[in-house]
């Protein structure tokens, strides 16, 4: 994954550009507003992640100056500005994501995996099978061994989001940001509630087991757990 970080804070770029190394991204930095905007246009990036408060021009200006461009890489703010009325603003420059400083690593890294996964879905095969599991990604309707099983729109959701990444431990901080569009605090359980609440509708009548607690990180929907 190619990240753009723009920020002119060299002490908290050389650790995120450090930590999204060590996880397998190749990051470019810009220190300025008009030196982000002139990489921004000239290279493709699969996530752009910039500070609002930048010399030369400001991270709003330069969203919006991308935008104008037609760079439609998702664009993650960093910024200490906090106000609901800086995230409207950000939000309407052609921002799809907003963290507030200061932030944990792990957020930061969750919110751009996410960013990077919505961007790159592609088409979705309108109807996906894992053994006698059917959902019909259309219709928005689940079965099992031809049985319908009635959803709520959240089950549905993270039912999707597992099978359309069967294999892949989902994280519960993943997880959150994915299904409820923000991160919980650490000694919640809303997760382990709604993922057995889906367990007992989907594995509890029927074999093989699917959804699977992965112990220590998270949780996993594939055939075979091993």
């Given amino acids: 994954m190619k990240v753009l970080l723009v920020d002119d804070d060299q002490q908290l770029v050389s650790f995120v550009k450090m930590g999204l190394e060590d996880h397998d991204m190749q990051v470019t930095v810009a220190y300025d507003g008009k030196t982000g905007e002139r990489i ?16 030369g021009i400001n991270g709003f200006d330069l969203c919006r100056n991308i935008r104008r461009n037609r760079v439609h890489a998702p664009v993650l703010m960093l910024t200490s500005l906090d106000s609901t009325e800086d995230k409207v603003t950000g939000f309407d420059t052609g921002a799809d994501d907003y963290l507030s400083k200061p932030f944990d690593f792990p957020e930061l890294l969750v919110r751009i995996k996410a960013l990077h996964r919505r961007s790159h879905k592609g088409t979705v095969d309108p109807l996906i099978r894992i053994a006698d599991l059917e959902i019909d990604t259309v219709a928005k309707k689940v079965r099992r061994s031809g049985r319908e099983i009635r959803l709520t729109a959240r089950e549905y959701k993270m039912l999707e989001m597992f099978a359309l990444n069967r294999g892949r431990v989902f994280e519960r901080i993943e997880i959150a940001q994915e299904i409820w569009g923000f991160s919980f605090n650490t000694g919640t359980n809303v997760i382990d509630v709604h993922i057995s609440a889906l367990r007992k509708k989907i594995d509890r ?19 075979d757990p091993s």
């Fill in 205 to 223: 009548e029927f074999s093989p087991k699917l959804i699977h607690t992965v112990v220590g990180i998270g949780y996993v929907l594939t055939e």
């Fill in 40 to 55: 921004a246009i000239t290279t493709e990036f699969d996530v752009i992640v910039l500070d609002v408060m930048l010399p």
